[in-house]
């Protein structure tokens, strides 16, 4: 059964590989006899087994077969159940299917298909209250080049919409919806939203300095907002949903600087303003990738192409 299995797979590489009807081409993975079973024959490894259970690293878990990014390890957590646990995947990358036990749900890669595990909700394990249990075998790890990792800061509005558009954008590592630029510490999106306490609605961006730059960030943000808006964003109105940049140094400041300039030239009033970065307190769990967890689009933001 295996071995029909493995020939399977190599089949659907060679059809992948096809220039038939310009589809794109799929490259995947060979597997081993083991890998094969779980990911393609949908077995399950045993539990305290795999690579992956008790592993600690800082990075990316990819899809074995495709190499398709599945989770971040920030949202990885010890659930004591001997498979590795996540509360929460990259946007996009998971596809739920019935499980054919007719309790379950089963978790595949969205890209390829490959058999990943099970996710159960409502265990109250972590505050997300999700729990994809993945098997080792169906995972690779990329731990991330620290080096190249940088972080920026942007304020538009309603941080949902914002953190929606920019976690999309390829060489973004996370985007983490916050508080900025006020008076007092660790506030509470009570406190914020009564207006008097100096902080705006603000997106962390950690991003791969190797794969995207920061103008192209900035880029995307002047294009996913209005700009031109000096009382909020959209409905949305008020000291704290200001659009603002809060630049970590010179260099930044410079290329927010040459951007604006050349909206100004092209006919935009721009309302946003510069603002020097000061600590970033993270917004309470439900704020988190609010619109990938409930299944909207953003109400107040969308692209608009500016230069």
Same mark, same amino acid.
């Given at each position: 059964?295996?071995?029909?299995?493995?020939?399977?797979?190599?089949?659907?590489?060679?059809?992948?590989?096809?220039?038939?009807? +310009?589809?794109?081409?799929?490259?995947?993975?060979?597997?081993?006899?083991?890998?094969?079973?779980?990911?393609?024959?949908?077995?399950? #490894?045993?539990?305290?087994?795999?690579?992956?259970?008790?592993?600690?690293?800082?990075?990316?878990?990819?899809? +074995?077969?495709?190499?398709?990014?599945?989770?971040?390890?920030?949202?990885?957590?010890?659930?004591?159940?001997?498979?590795?646990?996540?509360?929460?995947?990259?946007? *996009?990358?998971?596809?739920?299917?019935?499980?054919?036990?007719?309790?379950?749900?089963?978790?595949?890669?969205?890209?390829?298909?490959? &058999?990943?595990?099970?996710?159960?909700?409502?265990?109250?394990?972590?505050?997300?209250?999700?729990?994809?249990?993945?098997?080792?075998?169906?995972?690779?790890?990329? +731990?991330?080049?620290? #080096?190249?990792?940088?972080?920026?800061?942007?304020?538009?509005?309603?941080?949902? *919409?914002?953190?929606?558009?920019?976690?999309?954008?390829?060489?973004?590592?996370?985007?983490?919806?916050?508080?900025?630029?006020?008076?007092?510490?660790?506030?509470?999106?009570?406190?914020?939203?009564?207006?008097?306490?100096?902080?705006?609605?603000?997106?962390?961006?950690?991003?791969?300095?190797?794969?995207?730059?920061?103008?192209?960030?900035?880029?995307?943000?002047?294009?996913?907002?209005?700009?031109?808006?000096?009382?909020?964003?959209?409905?949305?109105?008020?000291?704290?949903?200001?659009?603002?940049?809060?630049?970590?140094?010179?260099?930044?400041?410079?290329?927010?600087?040459?951007?604006?300039?050349?909206?100004?030239?092209?006919?935009?009033?721009?309302?946003?303003?510069?603002?020097?970065?000061?600590?970033?307190?993270?917004?309470?769990?439900? &704020?988190?990738?609010?619109?990938?967890?409930?299944?909207?689009?953003?109400?107040?933001?969308?692209?608009?192409?500016?230069?």
């Amino acid at each position: 059964m295996l071995r029909f299995l493995i020939i399977l797979s190599l089949l659907l590489n060679v059809l992948y590989a096809t220039d038939m009807d +310009k589809l794109p081409v799929l490259q995947l993975n060979p597997l081993t006899n083991q890998e094969a079973a779980v990911i393609i024959g949908k077995a399950t #490894e045993r539990p305290f087994s795999g690579q992956y259970y008790d592993y600690k690293e800082d990075g990316t878990y990819l899809c +074995k077969q495709c190499d398709a990014p599945l989770y971040k390890s920030s949202s990885k957590f010890n659930s004591g159940g001997g498979w590795p646990s996540f509360d929460d995947a990259i946007p *996009g990358a998971i596809k739920r299917i019935p499980d054919a036990d007719g309790r379950r749900v089963e978790i595949v890669c969205a890209r390829c298909g490959a &058999h990943l595990g099970h996710v159960f909700e409502g265990e109250g394990l972590t505050p997300k209250d999700r729990r994809y249990c993945v098997n080792s075998i169906s995972l690779s790890f990329q +731990k991330e080049k620290a #080096e190249s990792l940088q972080k920026a800061y942007f304020a538009g509005g309603c941080f949902w *919409g914002v953190e929606y558009y920019l976690e999309k954008e390829s060489g973004v590592v996370d985007v983490v919806s916050g508080y900025m630029g006020g008076h007092i510490k660790n506030p509470s999106y009570k406190e914020v939203s009564r207006g008097n306490s100096g902080h705006l609605e603000v997106v962390e961006v950690t991003y791969d300095a190797s794969k995207v730059s920061y103008e192209r960030l900035a880029r995307l943000f002047f294009e996913i907002h209005n700009p031109q808006q000096s009382n909020g964003q959209g409905p949305d109105i008020g000291s704290q949903y200001l659009s603002a940049i809060f630049v970590s140094n010179e260099q930044e400041r410079k290329t927010i600087q040459k951007l604006i300039k050349l909206l100004v030239q092209k006919g935009y009033k721009i309302a946003t303003t510069i603002r020097e970065k000061t600590p970033f307190y993270k917004a309470e769990e439900y &704020h988190q990738n609010y619109y990938e967890n409930k299944g909207r689009k953003p109400y107040c933001h969308a692209y608009v192409k500016r230069f």
